[in-house]
């Protein structure tokens, strides 16, 4: 939930831990996106919408632990993203997209910046020089870049050119900032996982590091600056055999679950599941849980397991779009076709969500959408069942919204 991927996010953050500039104000920054139900916009749309006065004590419990940098021997900043979405009501950024009910609200409120080197350097400059006055116990300050790579993006775009351009300019404003105060180093994590063997840096999505190279760089960062006897070593490169990942039992254990989903046997599929939610394959396994709760018409129980599941994977399109359905069957059709969206957004290549987000916008009446969708998704999936029979009988009632799994798609582990 703390999680925060841009620079200004970060900025914000602390300076409002601080109390330094303009004060975080919950009557503009608590976004009413249901009746008596509010988000805050610096977190994470994943964050469960709670009522008003909740709101405002998770806010100050947050800046309760923010504001255990004054007394840090050091700090470590990730920067993650570029892309960041700009509040011009209240001109600040935000940590990740807002709630699309907020966004169709507001539609004029908020937009998406792509920052560039100097706006990042700016940020950084004015963040360390904040940290350094009013936290006197800071030693110094170690800077990193994630190397976790963008699977979407909001620019024009190919993915992955805009995320080449957000790793390159986060790592020269890195430099740039190092050069400028003593006290800042950088940690080169993102050059020991990307200039890496990939089998032995990434995990099977390669997406996520996997845990060993995580294990390596926190050995060598600690060997650096505290002086650690044991540091570990990646394999040499041009070994055959991948990096052991030291999760094949849980894989064998998630692969028996996720055949045991196919075959329908939902307990079976649970209990072989369960046996993972605590090692680094938890997401996964909380996704498998979670579907065979909605299956098994849980609706209640799944969205609470598929929620932990995106605390731990927040880009996790099938833990979102099964979130969205059995938000669906609770009557709660708004949240649902979100979280279908978003599902749609981290999959653009998955004809599942795209077509089960088209189904449910036809089922709430907002045809419009719902036909757009359907145009679009048969540009890529021209013979999809599913997509060529929701064109031929367009109209659907919310009354007809039980899930139909006539042209259901498993997905992808």
């Not at 988000?39 to 419990?61: G, K």
């Not at 892309?83 to 807002?98: F, I, S």
């Not at 003593?182 to 940690?187: A, C, G, L, P, S």
Request: proline content about 5%.
């Amino acid at each position: 939930m703390l999680d925060n991927y841009g620079v200004p996010a970060i900025h914000n953050e602390l300076r409002w831990a601080l109390g330094v500039g303009e004060p975080y104000d919950p009557k503009e920054q608590l976004f009413e996106v249901y009746p008596g139900k509010f988000a805050d916009l610096h977190l994470s749309s994943r964050v469960p919408l709670c009522s008003f006065e909740d709101a405002v004590s998770r806010r100050d419990r947050i800046f309760q632990v923010n504001r255990c940098v004054r007394t840090a021997d050091t700090v470590i900043i990730t920067l993650g993203l570029v892309e960041v979405w700009w509040d011009k009501l209240t001109r600040t950024h935000l940590n990740t997209r807002p709630f699309e009910a907020a966004i169709r609200a507001a539609p004029d409120r908020f937009e998406v910046h792509v920052l560039a080197y100097e706006e990042i350097f700016s940020q950084l400059d004015s963040m360390f020089a904040m940290i350094f006055e009013h936290c006197s116990t800071i030693g110094g300050i170690i800077i990193t870049v994630s190397p976790v790579p963008m699977t979407a993006t909001y620019t024009q775009h190919d993915v992955a050119v805009a995320n080449q351009y957000s790793k390159a300019v986060l790592r020269a404003a890195a430099e740039a900032i190092v050069e400028k105060y003593d006290r800042v180093d950088y940690f080169p994590s993102y050059e020991t996982v990307i200039l890496s063997d990939r089998q032995r840096a990434w995990t099977d999505d390669l997406i996520h590091v996997a845990p060993e190279m995580v294990e390596v760089n926190v050995s060598r960062l600690l060997g650096a600056y505290v002086g650690s006897e044991t540091i570990l070593q990646a394999p040499p490169a041009g070994n055959s055999s991948p990096m052991p990942r030291g999760g094949s039992a849980a894989d064998a254990a998630l692969e028996d679950a996720e055949n045991l989903l196919k075959t329908r046997r939902y307990a079976d599929a649970v209990a072989a599941a369960s046996v993972c939610i605590q090692g680094p394959a938890a997401s996964r396994a909380l996704r498998i849980i979670g579907q065979c709760r909605f299956e098994l018409g849980q609706w209640d129980r799944a969205e609470v397991t598929l929620r932990q599941a995106l605390s731990i994977r927040f880009n996790d399109p099938h833990a979102h779009g099964y979130l969205g359905l059995a938000l669906w069957a609770q009557d709660r059709y708004d949240e649902a076709i979100d979280e279908l969206k978003t599902a749609v957004d981290y999959s653009p290549t998955i004809a599942l969500w795209t077509c089960r987000l088209a189904e449910n916008l036809l089922r709430a009446g907002k045809y419009e959408d719902g036909r757009a969708i359907i145009e679009r998704g048969m540009q890529i999936w021209p013979d999809h069942p599913g997509l060529r029979r929701l064109k031929k009988q367009p109209e659907m009632s919310l009354q007809s919204g039980v899930y139909d799994r006539e042209h259901a798609e498993l997905p992808d582990k």
